[in-house]
Structures are given as C-alpha cells and as structure tokens.
C-alpha cells in the first residue's frame, strides 16, 4: 500500500469522486433554478442510475477488448470532455433544450457504470495478496468520507458562488483524476478477446461471461443472492422512507433527516477506520463478520424501525453503518482473492446491475407498503430481507472461512 501504484489510484479516484458528488450538486441547483420544478431535479437520479444499469450490462463487451487502465484512463477523460460541453450548455442555452442535459448525465453515468468495476478490480493487480483487505478498507473509508464531506461542501459552494464555479472546480479535479489515471503504472497481461464470434452473437456472448462466472463460482453467486434482498432491505434508507419516518414516527423536525443521514455515514468512516487499524483481525474473522453481519443488521433494522426517541434512532444509524462497513469489506476481499483477475470485472459488473435492479424495486416497493400500510411495515420486510440473506451465508458458511480463502487464486484468465 505504499507503493506508487496505490497512490495514484487512492488519490486519483478521489478527486474523481469528489467530482461526481459536486457536479450531480451543480446540475441538480442548475436545473432547478432554469425550471422551478422539483421534477426536473429528480429526474437526475433517475437517469443516473438507468444509465448505470445499461452500461453495467454492456460493460464486459469492453472489458473484452480493452485494458482495464485503458478504459480507466480513458473513461475519465471522456467524463472530463462531457462536463466541460455539459458546462457550456448549461450557460448557453439549456432553458430551452432541458432534455440534453439529461443526454450528458446519461453519458457520464454510463461512462462510471463501466469504470466503477475497473476501479473494484484493480487492488489484487497493485498489493499484495496480504494488503487486500487493508486497501479495501482504506479505499471504502475514505469513499464514504467523500460521501460525508462532499454534499454538504458542494452545497454551500453552490450558496456562497454558483453552480457554475461548482462546475470549474469539478472540471479541475476530473483534469487531476486523468492525469493521475494515465499515470497509473499497472502491468497487465495482454488482453486476449475469449469469444471468438463477431456481430450480434458476440455482443451477447460477451454480455454472457459475468454472469456465467458469477453463476459458476460458488463466492461470486452465494454474494449475488445476499446482494439481491440486502439491496431490496436497503430500501428503507431512501430518502422517501426516512423523510416519512422522521415526521411520522420520530416526531421531529425535517433536520434530522439530514442528522440520519450524516450519523449513517459516519458509522461507515468509523467502520473503515477500525477495519484499516485492525485489518489482520478482521480479516481472520472475516468468517463472523459474513456469517452475522446480516443477522446483526436485521435486529439494528428492527430496533431503528420501531423506536420512536430521535437519539435511539441516531445511534442505530450509527451501528448499521458500521456493520455495513465491516461486512462489505469482508465480501469484497473474498470475492477478489477468489476470482480471477480477468473474471473481476465482469464480475463487480454484474453485482453493478443488480444494485440497479434492486434499488429501483426497493424504491417502489418500500413507498408502497409505507404509504399503504404505514412505515413500520417496511422496516418488518426490511428485516426480513436481511433474515433471508444470512440465511444464505448460514448455508454458505464454509467459503467466508480465512484459511479457505487464503487457497484463492486471483490470477489467470476468465472462465
């Protein structure tokens, strides 16, 4: 972890994101003071995560021709090339032609839909077997922490100055993230095209390859199903659902909302941070942390689901975030020590596409049940959900084991 490889992508991909939280702040003020609509704004987010969806399927079709630092680099230059037409739109002529801003969102989240399994692949090419879980750690804390710092950060730039020099200042820190990206010294073997067929066949052969990996390794399809019904039991956490639950159970003013929100990632720095201090720990009982994390989130689930004193809610927060953090290190170090390095990708692809699916069924289905049966309910199938999912590690118990996972081989080609 302290070679130059990591620091470049650590501190590439942080301006990188960093970028994406203050350009979704900018465009979101942008649209909404060019409409006056609520709607305009909301359809962002929409249109993020369809784009994400759709580049999420047809991202091994790339990941089939070109170098994962190719697309990398690339892909952010292209992001950089797209906010600086997108920036001149927006002053230029966007009251009249919304729907193109919608165009560039699209674009640019597609372009993240292919880079953000490239960026979850790239740590068993750059340290060692030993340090994945380490990096991992760091990576995911201070992901969050971009996460805790940046909205708040970009929102009061946008008050202090406008959205447009939240735009300038996005645009320099995606020239940073592709200097840095290109710079990224990461040996890889050539790439060999595994399908062979041209046309319409490749394109479905090539979309093919993740899922077949995914279905065929045992780690890959077991984190698959937990995947699916923890996305749809995360549903609780939108926006929607705790806005309603703050009002409506809690009693309390619209702040806290934001309290929620803000102690719920904080949980996930601090999860990080304990994960980097004492990551041969966690990794020697990486076995606990898969086998009850869900079971553990299931009763935090349940207990911020029927408490009704803010400060209870506040601390539940808290420790669900600090569980997540715990358990998704854990998946994603066993995931990349037991999958190739060519089948990693295709892999983080498909786990892509099923955070797509799941958030929006969970969006709807949430906003269903609470506006129907009211909020508890939807923290009942929320618990549920979690139930469900530890109930497939329970069965899956043996392969989170340490020692099993130290027999994984991370090189070779896919399939």
């Not at 590439?12 to 942008?30: P, T």
């Not at 406008?162 to 995606?174: A, G, N």
């Given at each position: 972890m302290k070679k130059k490889p990591f620091h470049f992508l650590w501190i590439g991909q942080s301006f990188a994101n960093f970028g994406d939280v203050f350009y979704i702040v900018s465009v979101v003020s942008c649209l909404y003071h060019l409409t006056s609509k609520a709607m305009a704004a909301a359809l962002v987010p929409f249109f993020v995560t369809l784009s994400l969806f759709i580049s999420g399927i047809v991202a091994p079709i790339f990941f089939e021709k070109y170098k994962l630092k190719?697309?990398?680099?690339?892909?952010?230059?292209?992001?950089?090339?797209?906010?600086?037409?997108?920036?001149?739109?927006?002053?230029?002529?966007?009251?009249?032609?919304?729907?193109?801003?919608?165009?560039?969102?699209?674009?640019?989240?597609?372009?993240?839909?292919?880079?953000?399994?490239?960026?979850?692949?790239?740590?068993?090419?750059?340290?060692?077997?030993?340090?994945?879980?380490?990096?991992?750690?760091?990576?995911?804390?201070?992901?969050?922490?971009?996460?805790?710092?940046?909205?708040?950060?970009?929102?009061?730039?946008?008050?202090?100055?406008?959205?447009?020099?939240?735009?300038?200042?996005?645009?320099?820190?995606?020239?940073?993230?592709?200097?840095?990206?290109?710079?990224?010294?990461?040996?890889?073997?050539?790439?060999?095209?595994?399908?062979?067929?041209?046309?319409?066949?490749?394109?479905?052969?090539?979309?093919?390859?993740g899922w077949e990996y995914t279905w065929r390794n045992v780690h890959a399809k077991s984190i698959s199903f937990m995947s699916f019904f923890e996305g749809i039991g995360n549903g609780v956490w939108i926006s929607a659902i705790l806005y309603m639950y703050v009002k409506e159970q809690l009693h309390v003013g619209e702040e806290w909302w934001g309290y929620i929100n803000s102690v719920f990632f904080g949980g996930m720095v601090i999860g990080g941070l304990l994960s980097v201090t004492f990551s041969q720990s966690v990794e020697k009982n990486q076995q606990f942390f898969v086998l009850f994390g869900p079971f553990c989130i299931?009763?935090?689930?349940?207990?911020?689901?029927?408490?009704?004193?803010?400060?209870?809610?506040?601390?539940?927060?808290?420790?669900?975030?600090?569980?997540?953090?715990?358990?998704?290190?854990?998946?994603?170090?066993?995931?990349?020590?037991?999958?190739?390095?060519?089948?990693?990708?295709?892999?983080?692809?498909?786990?892509?596409?099923?955070?797509?699916?799941?958030?929006?069924?969970?969006?709807?289905?949430?906003?269903?049940?609470?506006?129907?049966?009211?909020?508890?309910?939807?923290?009942y199938l929320s618990v549920c959900c979690f139930l469900i999912s530890g109930w497939i590690s329970y069965r899956q118990r043996k392969i989170w084991s340490y020692k099993e996972n130290q027999k994984g081989e991370i090189t070779g080609t896919i399939l």
């Amino acid at each position: 972890m302290k070679k130059k490889p990591f620091h470049f992508l650590w501190i590439g991909q942080s301006f990188a994101n960093f970028g994406d939280v203050f350009y979704i702040v900018s465009v979101v003020s942008c649209l909404y003071h060019l409409t006056s609509k609520a709607m305009a704004a909301a359809l962002v987010p929409f249109f993020v995560t369809l784009s994400l969806f759709i580049s999420g399927i047809v991202a091994p079709i790339f990941f089939e021709k070109y170098k994962l630092k190719t697309l990398l680099s690339y892909g952010q230059l292209c992001k950089t090339f797209l906010l600086l037409f997108l920036s001149l739109f927006l002053q230029w002529g966007a009251e009249h032609h919304i729907a193109i801003v919608y165009v560039f969102v699209s674009l640019i989240a597609f372009l993240d839909g292919i880079n953000n399994p490239i960026k979850n692949s790239l740590v068993p090419f750059i340290v060692s077997k030993e340090e994945i879980l380490k990096a991992n750690s760091f990576l995911n804390t201070l992901d969050q922490f971009i996460k805790l710092s940046a909205w708040p950060i970009g929102s009061l730039i946008v008050s202090a100055g406008s959205p447009f020099l939240l735009i300038h200042i996005t645009l320099l820190f995606y020239i940073v993230s592709s200097i840095l990206m290109f710079l990224l010294p990461i040996q890889e073997h050539t790439k060999k095209n595994t399908v062979q067929d041209k046309g319409l066949k490749n394109f479905l052969l090539s979309i093919r390859l993740g899922w077949e990996y995914t279905w065929r390794n045992v780690h890959a399809k077991s984190i698959s199903f937990m995947s699916f019904f923890e996305g749809i039991g995360n549903g609780v956490w939108i926006s929607a659902i705790l806005y309603m639950y703050v009002k409506e159970q809690l009693h309390v003013g619209e702040e806290w909302w934001g309290y929620i929100n803000s102690v719920f990632f904080g949980g996930m720095v601090i999860g990080g941070l304990l994960s980097v201090t004492f990551s041969q720990s966690v990794e020697k009982n990486q076995q606990f942390f898969v086998l009850f994390g869900p079971f553990c989130i299931a009763i935090v689930t349940l207990l911020f689901g029927t408490t009704t004193h803010g400060a209870l809610a506040l601390l539940y927060s808290a420790l669900y975030g600090i569980i997540e953090q715990w358990k998704l290190i854990c998946l994603q170090t066993i995931l990349q020590k037991n999958a190739r390095m060519d089948a990693l990708p295709h892999v983080f692809a498909v786990q892509g596409v099923i955070s797509s699916v799941t958030f929006g069924i969970s969006t709807l289905l949430m906003s269903f049940i609470a506006d129907v049966y009211g909020i508890r309910f939807s923290f009942y199938l929320s618990v549920c959900c979690f139930l469900i999912s530890g109930w497939i590690s329970y069965r899956q118990r043996k392969i989170w084991s340490y020692k099993e996972n130290q027999k994984g081989e991370i090189t070779g080609t896919i399939l």
